[in-house]
C-alpha cells in the first residue's frame, strides 16, 4: 500500500475519493448535522449555518465539500514543505482515516469549518522561517487563527502557539511579536463594532468572557470507542515521533523546527479536548497526529506490515461509520 501512495499520482486520487464517498455515504443516509448553537462566540458558524436554515441535507454537502478541500489542503501542505515526498498522497489518506475514526466526525460541525483556517495558520507558520521579511506571513498567521475561531472559539488559543512558534522559527522582537496579535485583533475590532452598534456589545463581551470557563478537567466522558482510537492513535504518535527523529527521517534545520514547530501545537489540541463539547468534535488533536503518521510513513523501508497495520485500520474505520446505522454503538 505504501508503495502505491508513492507512484501513480491519479490512481492514488481516485482511491482517496471513493474512500471519502465510502465513509461520509452514512452521513448522507442519516442526515445528522449539528445545527447552530446561537452563541455570538461562533459567528460566522452561525451565519453559514442559518444560511442553510433546517436542512440537514444541505448541511451534509456543505460539510462534506468543506472536509473535501481540507483533505486536498492538507496533502498539498505537506508536500509544499516538504514533509512528505512529493507527487504522493499518503497525507491526503492518513488525514481522512483520522478525521473520520468515528462517526460524530462527519457533520456540519464548528471545527470542521475551522480546519481549512488552522490549517492556512499552520501553512503560514511554516513558511516564516524561510523568508526574510515575515510581517506579512505574521499578520496573515493571526488573522488565520481569528477567522478560525470565528467558527470554533477554543481555536483562539491558538495565537499563543503563534507567538511561541516565531520564536521557534528565529523570529525575534517585540515588534514581529505584536504582528499577528495586531491580524487577530483586526476581525474582532470589526465584530465588535456590529455589536456596538446592534446594541448587545456589553452583553457578548460577558458570553465571551464564559466561554473558558467550560475547560474542564473532570472526565472526559469518553465511550469505549472513543477510548480504543485514542489509545491507537497515541502508539502511532509515539511510533511515529521516533521514526521521524531518527537518522532515516529529513534532519534539515527547516524540517526540524517545522516539526518542533507542530509538537507544540500537539500541546494545544490536547488542551481542547477539555473544552465542553463532544469530545472528538475537538478534531485539533487528529489533524496534528495527521501530520505526524504522514511524515513517519514516507521513512519507511519495510512497508508490509505497515500496509496490514493501514488495511486494517482503514476497515476498522469504514466499520466504524457503519455500524451506527444497524443501531450498533460501540
Excluded at 516538504?82 to 489518506?93: D, E, K, W
Excluded at 534532519?251 to 518542533?260: C, Q
Aim: hydrophobic share 60%; glycine share 4%; aromatic share 14%.
Amino acid at each position: 500500500m505504501l508503495k502505491f501512495f508513492k507512484h501513480n499520482y491519479i490512481a492514488q486520487l481516485i482511491v482517496i475519493v471513493l474512500l471519502l464517498v465510502a465513509l461520509w455515504i452514512p452521513v448522507f443516509i442519516s442526515h445528522v448535522s449539528e445545527v447552530a448553537v446561537g452563541t455570538p462566540t461562533t459567528p460566522l458558524y452561525n451565519l453559514i449555518a442559518g444560511i442553510f436554515g433546517s436542512s440537514s441535507l444541505a448541511m451534509t454537502i456543505f460539510a462534506f465539500i468543506i472536509f473535501s478541500v481540507s483533505v486536498l489542503f492538507f496533502n498539498s501542505m505537506l508536500s509544499v514543505n516538504q514533509l512528505v515526498t512529493r507527487n504522493s498522497s499518503i497525507g491526503a489518506f492518513v488525514f481522512v482515516l483520522c478525521m473520520c475514526c468515528v462517526p460524530i466526525q462527519d457533520e456540519f460541525y464548528p471545527f470542521m469549518l475551522a480546519c481549512p483556517f488552522i490549517m492556512m495558520a499552520m501553512q503560514t507558520v511554516y513558511l516564516i522561517y524561510q523568508v526574510e521579511k515575515p510581517e506579512a506571513y505574521l499578520m496573515n498567521a493571526g488573522l488565520f487563527v481569528a477567522l478560525a475561531s470565528m467558527f470554533y472559539f477554543p481555536a483562539i488559543i491558538l495565537i499563543i502557539w503563534v507567538l511561541l512558534s516565531i520564536l521557534i522559527m528565529d523570529v525575534r522582537g517585540v515588534r514581529l511579536s505584536m504582528i499577528p496579535v495586531l491580524g487577530l485583533m483586526f476581525p474582532y475590532f470589526i465584530l465588535f463594532v456590529i455589536f456596538y452598534f446592534n446594541q448587545t456589545l456589553i452583553d457578548n463581551i460577558h458570553n465571551y468572557s464564559l466561554v473558558f470557563n467550560e475547560l474542564s478537567l473532570e472526565k472526559l466522558g469518553i465511550g469505549t470507542s472513543e477510548m480504543i482510537v485514542f489509545a491507537l492513535l497515541f502508539v502511532f504518535l509515539i511510533l511515529s515521533l521516533m521514526m521521524i527523529k531518527s537518522g532515516n527521517a529529513d534532519n534539515s534545520v527547516s524540517t526540524r523546527k517545522k516539526v518542533n514547530v507542530t509538537i507544540l501545537l500537539f500541546v494545544f489540541s490536547f488542551i481542547m479536548l477539555f473544552m465542553k463539547k463532544p469530545v472528538m468534535c475537538n478534531g485539533l488533536i487528529f489533524l496534528v497526529l495527521s501530520v505526524f503518521i504522514s511524515m513517519a510513513l514516507c521513512y519507511v523501508k519495510k512497508s508490509k506490515l505497515i500496509d496490514v497495520v493501514l488495511i486494517i485500520m482503514m476497515l476498522a474505520v469504514i466499520a466504524n461509520q457503519y455500524l451506527p446505522l444497524f443501531g450498533i454503538k460501540l
